[in-house]
């Protein structure tokens, strides 16, 4: 019986964090059907889906401390949900980018990624999130064994990376972006405090 209302848990709780990770995907497709997407159609698509990507790369890095606080272990189990949802929307940023905005001109891309730092950085931080999608299934981590956590701590690199093409891009109000460095430096400084309490506690032992 226990093990059947767990079981109803765990599928609630998948349910819930699908439903949140296509509605961005879904409400840009309705305001395109009913164009309510603005003056400029491109522009407003490419920003939202860059901040979808960043906002589900931090929901995935908040899932560690988030469980430490409360205990909530079944939270652990959609932590690589919400990173491909991470990959999905910077994916589809990318495209966007490309096919939209280049006209899908590949020659444009390599030359934004060599002379713009923020596509620069940008693009980097794409190429880390394609990495740990490319390596998120379990035969990947059986397979990398010990290399896979080593691994998919690039992931605070990603977060890094995506506060960083942010803050390059904005002209003048740097506002939104400082706030999400503040938050990626709450998440990095709690995961350093908690390895340090780790050492501590074994080197006491
Ligand atoms: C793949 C390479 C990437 C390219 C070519 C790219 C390109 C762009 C462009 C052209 C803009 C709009 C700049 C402007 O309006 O002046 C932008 C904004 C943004 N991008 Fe990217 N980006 C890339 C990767 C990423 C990744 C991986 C993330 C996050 C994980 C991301 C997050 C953002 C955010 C948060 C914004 C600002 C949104 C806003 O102003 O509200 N981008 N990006």
Not at 145 to 160: D, E, N, P
Not at 164 to 178: G, Q, S
């Amino acid at each position: 019986m226990r093990l059947e209302s767990a079981r109803a848990r765990r599928r609630a709780l998948r349910l819930a964090t699908l439903l949140v990770g296509f509605a961005p995907a879904a409400g840009l497709v309705v305001a395109f059907l009913h164009d309510g997407l603005g003056a400029n159609p491109v522009e407003k698509i490419t920003h939202e889906t860059g901040e979808w990507a960043l906002r589900f790369l931090f929901l995935s890095l908040s899932v560690t401390p988030v469980r430490r606080l409360t205990g909530w272990r079944m939270l652990l189990q959609e932590r690589r949900t919400l990173g491909l949802f991470a990959f999905f929307y910077a994916s589809l940023h990318l495209a966007i980018y490309v096919g939209l905005d280049l006209g899908f001109a590949w020659s444009f891309l390599g030359e934004d990624i060599l002379e713009r730092p923020y596509i620069t950085v940008g693009f980097a931080t794409f190429l880390v999130l394609l990495a740990l999608a490319a390596t998120s299934t379990r035969a990947a981590a059986r397979r990398l064994g010990r290399r896979w956590k080593t691994l998919h701590r690039a992931v605070y690199l990603a977060g890094i990376g995506a506060v960083v093409h942010f803050l390059w891009l904005v002209k003048a109000d740097t506002r939104e972006p400082l706030v999400y460095a503040g938050v990626l430096a709450l998440l990095l400084g709690s995961r350093a405090f908690w390895a340090l309490q780790r050492r501590s506690r074994s080197g006491n032992r």
